[in-house]
């Protein structure tokens, strides 16, 4: 059944909703779906609507709405990706895949060897970009909830966050690691208190974190591990964390 986003909520006893424009436009003109046809709607509040398309055209699709399901596909981890920034698919990548494995927000950030280097406008263009491929994500693998994407930031200022609030004893506990390929510890020998349901996962650029960024984040008081033996690319070392998170303390 096609799923479709709704950016304004829905309200739980709706008879009808509209589709806006884009969403008109991708269930006609892409997915060719006729008048008749199930479809579910979700507006990222929780729950989702289940219907089917009453009127079609190029702009605006309407949907008769026939129920309210108080359904959710959120892991039971809260995860916040911390991503230093690839060029374009890779990082579209990324974010993408992310989102399907149930990350619940996402922080990308600069760092010393990031080769994007965005400014001004590009920055907002970049980040509805992103935005457009986590709400499509979870269009396409179920989620009800939209994560949060985080402004773009220096990694340098996202350290000096975690410390002060470190220093200003955090009430919200909370598991925050770095991937190195030099760390001693594997993942898999990590442990999570039964109380704490979430973590954070720093994950570099293609080159990798400098010896200061490292130093800086073990300064913080993250916890740098390693993903086996061998050194995966940044595409790769994102998902395989996740993976590895929701493995040991998540819903896999």
């Not at 010896?211 to 800086?216: L, R, Y």
């Amino acid at each position: 059944m096609s799923r479709f986003f709704h950016p304004t909520p829905i309200q739980r006893n709706a008879e009808q909703v509209i589709l806006d424009s884009a969403a008109s436009h991708h269930a006609i003109q892409v997915l060719r779906l006729k008048s008749g046809e199930p479809v579910t709607l979700f507006d990222g509040t929780g729950g989702e609507f289940s219907g089917y398309l009453s009127q079609t055209s190029k702009s605006a699709c309407v949907v008769t709405i026939e129920a309210y399901q108080p359904i959710e596909r959120e892991s039971s981890l809260a995860i916040t990706l911390v991503q230093a920034i690839c060029p374009n698919e890779k990082m579209d990548w990324i974010i993408q895949k992310a989102v399907e494995q149930g990350v619940t927000s996402i922080q990308p950030v600069t760092t010393s060897r990031t080769l994007v280097r965005l400014t001004g406008e590009r920055i907002s263009k970049r980040r509805q970009h992103w935005q457009k491929i986590i709400i499509a994500a979870c269009e396409q693998c179920g989620r009800n909830q939209i994560p949060q994407l985080l402004p773009l930031q220096p990694l340098t200022d996202w350290l000096a966050q975690k410390l002060q609030q470190k220093q200003e004893n955090n009430p919200q506990p909370e598991h925050t690691i770095m991937l190195s390929p030099d760390a001693q510890l594997n993942f898999s020998e990590l442990t999570l208190p039964e109380s704490m349901r979430s973590t954070t996962l720093l994950t570099g650029p293609e080159g990798g974190f400098t010896t200061e960024e490292v130093n800086a984040a073990q300064l913080t008081g993250l916890t740098t591990v390693r993903l086996g033996h061998r050194i995966l690319r940044a595409e790769s070392a994102a998902l395989a964390a996740i993976a590895a998170a929701q493995t040991l303390w998540g819903d896999y």
